[in-house]
């Protein structure tokens, strides 16, 4: 019988940090969570990096045994451009992601897993967690040192011993299960392991049948206890699709990998604006909801801010302080098409007389019709980044997003047409949510995802048998 996830993904960046460093993938045949550590480092980086390398696989047709050393190789070579990335640029020096990814072929399911994310299964109405944490504490526990309830709490319980960093001896553990149909899995980031007890987390994944619906409790609970950390989870039902009722077939990426949003709202990047935030909020009521999804025309903002800084330049100029307006417009970088490619350009979209005021800086080998046509045009209007890393993180945005299209494509699915994710999008209010994500007026906090990476043991490679 044919079988295919029935699934979602979600993702928030939580109630302190400005920026998400977590991605997610969810189709039908692969599932996929990797949460990036280094903070500006390029966690977001990381982890969209390794997401990029594996949504191919969604439309591969392999047998258990390719689908392992094809998982494998994946994970591989978006280490290794990890590893090339802090070479080129040693302010990445630092940044790693974990990461979950499942592989269905057939009945059977592929999981690649390095880091302190987990993975758990729903099968009879019993929650397992199918993961074991590469932590310091775990270690601990392993070693009968402390109880699994002390290491809840544990100060160093946010070290982990392994993830993607780079680093040639970088191995995760790979199993291959057997599914059943009416499996349900979950992938987490610690931004809900966390902060959410395991019995809530078991009660929602065996009591709400919509994958959606249970990720959108999972977000809301998370973000209701006050998790300072991004949230992501991925959730995912092995169905038969000849007997399931149109389970959906166009890919869903959130996080750094899509998205820097919390819930349907701009991310506020100071303690002024986060506070001004959470005070509408209140004076509000608002119940706006957990829709997380890009959703919504393109706003004014960007372009109007667009017009007004070229305005800028040219007053300055026309004033003689050519020299000066030059030189920030040189700090500048934007997103757009050259000879049918997605193109990083330093400077400002703009030319006076004869003088352009940008350059290329490089070019991408995403094409830009592999793109949704929403995000077609704001290549076409220039995306503006605030760096050179930002422009990067726009990039790796992209490079999912035209894989995820090409994959629809290819399965004869329309490439679904969203606004892009650094728009800020229309408000949806969601009835089904009870909580309001929204932002504090506290400083950043430590991430329970520490960047400090301990020495552990390497796992051999080697595929294992069904089990």
Known sequence: MPFAFHYAARSDVGMVRSNNEDSGYAGPHLLAMADGMGGHAGGDVASSTVVAALVDLDGESLSAREASSALLSRIHRANAEIGDRVQDDPKLDGMGTTLIAMLRTGESITLAHIGDSRAFLVRDGTVTQVTKDHSFVQNLVDEGRITADEAKTHPQRSLVTRVLTGADDDEPDLVVRQGKVGDRYLIASDGLTDYVARDTIDEVLTSTKDPGECADRLVALALRAGAPDNVTVVVGDLVDVARSHAPPTQPQVVGAAAARTTGTRPIPVTPAAKAAALA??????????????????????????????????????????SYAAYAWSQQQYYLGAQDGVVTVFRGVDQTLGWVSLSSPEYSTTIDVEDLPTSYQQSIEAGIQASSLEDAEVRVSELRVQAAACRYAKSQGDPCRTVPPTWVEPTPTPSPTSTASPTSTGLPTLPSPSATVTLPGPRSSPTIPPPV
């Not at 004076?283 to 960007?302: F, I």
Request: hydrophobic residues 45%; glycine residues 20%.
């Open 280 to 321: 509408k909020s209140a004076t509000e009521g608002d119940d706006e909801g957990l829709t997380l999804a890009e959703e919504g025309p393109r706003g004014r903002g960007g372009t109007v801010l667009r017009l007004a800084a070229a305005a800028v330049v040219a007053l300055v100029v026309l004033a003689g302080g």
